[in-house]
């Protein structure tokens, strides 16, 4: 094996002992030279077309990589889309479910107000039968005392039943306006 040896200027030499340096100076067998040409070109062929084969293998992976470099990035924009319309629908869905939080409290608070207004009701009939029936039994006449014209004789019950019937349609009026308010 050659040893380094430093020279003065820095360079490093090798030194070849001696078989080493016998194996050098000696010629070399050399096969025909015509066979010798033959060969080296059939090699230079066969290497040639091994390079065009690997040249068109190269050719087409750099295709294929193109290809998938290209799907890879519709699949991202594809992706990306996704996301977004994904973002999107998921506001869209808070945005319905605070509405239909808000519809189901104002559904829940009209129910109530209906259920106060159908016993407002309720205690309005009673009032108006227990009315008719204080006035039925009643016989106060009011008009026609001093027999004007523009007096007429009626009975308590026809004053009272007048009295209820505007009492009643304010009651109705009042009922219509709360309700318009509740809507």
Do not use: C
């Amino acid at each position: 094996m050659p040893r380094k040896q430093n020279s003065p200027t820095g360079d490093v030499n090798l030194v070849l002992d001696e078989h080493q340096a016998e194996s050098f100076s000696r010629p070399k067998p050399q096969p025909h030279k015509r066979e010798a040409v033959g060969d080296a070109i059939v090699e230079l062929k066969t290497n040639e077309d091994h390079i065009n084969k690997m040249e068109k293998k190269k050719n087409q992976m750099q295709e294929k990589h193109r290809k998938m470099a290209a799907e890879v990035k519709q699949t991202k924009l594809s992706m990306a889309k996704l996301g977004k319309e994904n973002n999107d629908l998921k506001t869209a869905v808070d945005d319905l479910e605070r509405n239909n939080s808000s519809l189901k409290a104002a559904v829940k608070k009209a129910k109530r107000r209906a259920w106060e207004l159908e016993y407002d009701v309720r205690d309005l009939e009673q009032e108006v039968k227990t009315l008719r029936d204080w006035l039925r039994n009643s016989v106060a006449l009011v008009g026609g005392i001093d027999k004007n014209p523009g007096y007429t004789a009626r009975s308590a019950l026809e004053i009272s039943q007048e009295e209820e019937i505007g009492r009643l349609k304010g009651r109705i009026r009042d009922l219509e306006y709360s309700r318009e308010g509740t809507q």
